[in-house]
């Protein structure tokens, strides 16, 4: 299984980004996908997830309304839409596959992740 997250960087708060994960090693279009970050001194945190045809989603509090997941499975890719960002968004974002899309379970190991920096 490989998991590559990319399309992070520095923006202003109130800007966007769009993060992508290539995922491979696995039949990607049979299972849910996940969007976790893990803020500098944090814990890791779910931030959004769905499922395995894109029908339903879950998201975080904290970004409902600001972000947005989707997959395209001909692709084998997961992305993440984030607009409005503020500087709370600052983090490490890591894609995963999970098991349950209301309190997903992570099945593989973290990959390197993609930083996010969002400046006041």
């Known amino acids: 299984v490989q998991l590559v997250e990319s399309g992070g960087g520095l923006v202003q708060a109130g800007g966007s980004l769009r993060l992508s994960c290539a995922a491979s090693g696995f039949t990607y279009s049979s299972y849910i996908m996940s969007w976790y970050r893990q803020a500098p001194g944090k814990e890791r945190e779910l931030v959004a997830a769905?499922?395995?045809?894109?029908?339903?989603?879950n998201y975080a509090d904290s970004v409902k309304g600001r972000f947005t997941i989707s997959r395209d499975n001909a692709k084998n890719t997961v992305y993440l839409q984030m607009n409005s960002l503020k500087p709370e968004d600052t983090a490490v974002y890591y894609c995963?596959?999970?098991?349950?899309?209301?309190?997903?379970?992570?099945?593989?190991?973290w990959g390197q992740g993609t930083l996010v920096t969002v400046s006041s």
């Open positions: 769905i499922t395995a045809a894109g029908d339903r989603t």
């Open positions: 995963n596959r999970v098991l349950g899309i209301t309190r997903p379970r992570p099945l593989d190991a």
